[in-house]
C-alpha cells in the first residue's frame, strides 16, 4: 500500500510539473511590444528586396535558423532574437518589411544592413535603411497603433510599457570612418570629434523615439571593431597597429554614449535608459571556455564586403564569427544573455535590460 502511495504521489508531482511547464510556456512577455532599431546586426529581413550587397537571404545564412534563410546576417538567431526569447515571446518579431495588421502589436523590427547613425553611411553597399528612416517607419507604426488601439492615450499608455532597442553607430565606422576612399568624415574629424559629432546627432534621434512613446530604451555600445576578421583581412591586412588604432577609435563613442544614458535619465526622468557594454561583454571571457576554437576568422569563407560566399564550416558552434564581420549564432547568445542578465557590473549602466523591464 506504502508503495502504491509513493507511485500516486509520483504520478501527482509529474502532472503538477508539466502543468507549470505547460503555464510557463503560456505564459505572458514581461513587456506588450519589443521594437528593434539596428543594423545587421539585427536585420531580419528588411533588406531583402532592396538593391544593396548588404543582403543575407542566401544560403548559408540562416542554415540553423528555425525557419531557413530569412535576410538574418549569421547562420541562427541575433542578438534581438535571443532577447526576444528570454523577453517571454513565442515568435521571433517581425520585420518591417512584412509586418500586417495587429502583428505590430507585439513590435516590429526596423534594423536594415548597412544602416547607420549618419544618412551617408553604407551607401557604396546600396540601398539600406538609416536610422532617420527607420524612425520614420516606427512614426507609421505609431499611427497604426492608434487605428488598432481607438486613441492617440491608448496607443501611447501601451507604447510605454515597451522595449526598445537601439543599435547602431559600427556602420558609421566600417562603412564611414574607415573608408577614406569613398567618405570625407575621417580627413574632416578626429576620432574624437567624429564621435561627438554620432553622439549628438544619436541624441536627436532617440529623443524623437521617446516622443514616439518609447520609455524602456536599451542602447548598446560598439564591441571591439578591431577583432573582427574583416578588420585583419580588408581594413588592416598584416598592420597590428592599424587594428589598435581602429578599436581606439570607437572608443570615445562608446563613452559618449554612456554619458548620454545618464543624460537622458536625468532630462526625461519619466523614461529610462541603459548602456549595454558590447566590448566588455566580449572581452570578459576567455573564448575557449566559451567553446570558441576559431575567433580570427569567419565560419564561412567570404567575399571582399565580408559576407559569405555560397559555402559553410561543419563545425559552427567553435566560430565565434561566421562571416567577416558578424558574430554566430553561439557568440549572440552569450552576448544576448550577458545583455539581459549581466553577470558584471561593467555590462550595463545603470542597470540591464532584466531590470529595465521590471
Known amino acids: 500500500m506504502a508503495d502504491k502511495i509513493k507511485v500516486w504521489c509520483f504520478l501527482l508531482f509529474l502532472l503538477m510539473l508539466v502543468s507549470n511547464l505547460q503555464n510557463c510556456a503560456h505564459a505572458a512577455p514581461q513587456v506588450p511590444c519589443f521594437f528593434i532599431f539596428g543594423d545587421s546586426l539585427a536585420d531580419s529581413g528588411n533588406n531583402n528586396n532592396l538593391v544593396t550587397a548588404a543582403k543575407a537571404n542566401y544560403r548559408p545564412y540562416g542554415i540553423d535558423f528555425p525557419n531557413g534563410t530569412t535576410g538574418r546576417f549569421t547562420n541562427g538567431r541575433t542578438v534581438v532574437d535571443i532577447i526576444g526569447e528570454l523577453l517571454g515571446f513565442n515568435q521571433f518579431i517581425p520585420p518591417f518589411a512584412t509586418a500586417r495588421g495587429r502583428d505590430i502589436l507585439v513590435g516590429v523590427n526596423y534594423a536594415s544592413g548597412a544602416a547607420g547613425i549618419r544618412d551617408e553611411t553604407g551607401r557604396q553597399l546600396g540601398d539600406r535603411i538609416s536610422l532617420n528612416e527607420q524612425l520614420q517607419n516606427h512614426a507609421a507604426t505609431f499611427n497604426r497603433s492608434i487605428q488598432l488601439l481607438g486613441t492617440k492615450q491608448a496607443a501611447e499608455n501601451y507604447l510605454n510599457k515597451c522595449l526598445y532597442y537601439v543599435s547602431l553607430g559600427s556602420n558609421d565606422y566600417l562603412n564611414n570612418y574607415f573608408m577614406p576612399s569613398n567618405y570625407t568624415t575621417s580627413r574632416l574629424y578626429t ?82 535608459f541603459i548602456y549595454l557594454n558590447s566590448t566588455g561583454i566580449l572581452s570578459s571571457a576567455d573564448p575557449s571556455v566559451l567553446g570558441f576554437r576559431v575567433t580570427n576568422v569567419g565560419c564561412c569563407p567570404a567575399r571582399s564586403d565580408g559576407q559569405c560566399i555560397q559555402d559553410t564550416c561543419q563545425n559552427r558552434t567553435e566560430y565565434a564569427f561566421w562571416d567577416e564581420i558578424h558574430p554566430t549564432e553561439a557568440l549572440n547568445q552569450f552576448t544576448a544573455r550577458r545583455s539581459y542578465n549581466a553577470i558584471l557590473p561593467s555590462d550595463a549602466y545603470p542597470t540591464d535590460i532584466s531590470h529595465l523591464i521590471s
Open 191 to 272: 576620432p574624437d570629434q567624429y564621435a561627438k559629432v554620432l553622439i549628438d546627432q544619436y541624441s536627436q534621434q532617440i529623443k524623437l523615439l521617446y516622443h514616439l512613446g518609447a520609455r524602456k530604451i536599451a542602447l548598446p555600445g560598439l564591441g571591439p571593431m578591431g577583432s573582427l576578421p574583416y578588420a585583419s583581412s580588408t581594413l588592416c591586412p598584416n598592420n597590428l597597429s592599424c587594428v589598435t588604432d581602429i578599436n581606439n577609435a570607437v572608443l570615445p563613442f562608446n563613452a559618449g554614449l554612456v554619458s548620454l544614458v545618464g543624460h537622458l535619465n536625468r532630462e526625461l526622468n519619466d523614461a529610462r
